[in-house]
């Protein structure tokens, strides 16, 4: 399994970013998938997470509201669009993967490299 995240980068506060993560993987439809991030010198935190099939999406609420979410199973994709931006949310984001009906465990089977996210205020 190989998870490999893209999309991050500098954006000021009030902004917008796209993250998505490329799943390399069998039956990518049959895991869950989620969004961890760890910002610097802060233990690694969920942030959100979908069901397999799409169907119910999870989130921390840190970010409920202002982020989504969504996945491609055709494509193997992920995606989280992040929308107002502050600085706290500045972190290396990962991409996660578990065998779960539901959301992500707290310890995902796979994770993938992160992408930083850097918000400037």
């Known amino acids: 399994v190989q998870l490999q995240a893209s999309g991050g980068g500098l954006v000021q506060a009030g902004g917008s970013l796209r993250l998505s993560c490329a799943a390399s993987?069998?039956?990518?439809?049959?895991?869950?998938m989620g969004w961890f991030r760890q910002a610097p010198g802060k233990e690694r935190e969920f942030v959100a997470s979908?069901?397999?099939?799409?169907?119910?999406?999870y989130y921390a609420d840190s970010v409920k509201g202002r982020f989504t979410v969504s996945r491609d199973n055709a494509k193997s994709t992920v995606s989280l669009q992040m929308t107002s931006l502050s600085p706290e949310d500045t972190a290396v984001y990962y991409c996660?993967?578990?065998?779960?009906?539901?959301?992500?465990?707290?310890?995902?089977?796979?994770w993938g490299r992160g992408t930083l996210v850097t918000v400037s205020s």
């Open positions: 993987m069998r039956s990518f439809s049959n895991y869950a």
């Open positions: 996660a993967a578990d065998v779960s009906i539901f959301r992500v465990s707290k310890t995902p089977a796979y």
């Open positions: 979908i069901m397999r099939k799409g169907q119910n999406q």
